[in-house]
């Protein structure tokens, strides 16, 4: 499954570094970034933090909330969001129900070298106020960022 620009964005609620939970509906009115990862402490998923981080002010400015999710559990999210001071919600797709709805999901990550099984794809969503997809962008190398300019723009 993927999502198509003008769809409704699934609702889906996962646990956050405090281990509460956040759901996407509970956003409605406001616009939400939401940046699929494929794990913590990685080189390119912290530069790509630390990316939304460091422009987070042109995000509030533009009224947008910004949440990353990656299988991660909320623990280890919770240590790397500290260490790298991120300033927005990391969500635990632990149980890798929502990234498979958003078709931001490899079967197999890195096959041959890893083959890890279930991990989430660098993926940017943006969703308007009423939970419309405006902007999808679902990337097949993890080694690649999300198009910020883009995003913002599809903010604008």
């Known amino acids: 499954m993927s999502i198509t620009i003008g769809s409704i964005a699934p609702d889906f609620t996962l646990k956050n570094t405090d281990a509460e ?7 409605k009115g406001k616009k939400v970034v939401l940046l699929f990862f494929p794990f913590a402490n990685t080189g390119v ?6 990316s939304m ?3 987070m002010s042109q995000y509030s400015d533009l009224n947008a909330e910004v949440l990353g999710i ?13 260490h790298n001071q ?15 709805t958003y078709g931001a999901f490899y079967d ?3 096959p041959g070298k890893f083959d890890y099984k279930g991990v989430a794809k660098r ?4 969703i308007d ?14 080694g690649d960022e999300p198009n910020y300019e883009s995003i913002q723009a599809a903010l604008k």
């Open 21 to 27: 939970n956040v759901s996407l509906n509970s956003f």
């Open 45 to 50: 998923c912290t530069k790509e933090m630390c």
């Open 53 to 55: 981080r460091d422009s």
């Open 70 to 82: 990656s299988v991660d559990s909320p623990f280890s999210l919770k240590l790397w969001k500290e």
């Open 86 to 100: 991120i300033n927005f919600q990391l969500l635990s797709d632990f149980n890798k129900e929502v990234a498979p």
């Open 108 to 110: 197999v990550f890195a």
């Open 123 to 126: 993926s940017a969503f943006v």
């Open 129 to 142: 106020e009423s939970g419309v997809v405006k902007y999808a962008e679902i990337l097949e190398n993890a």
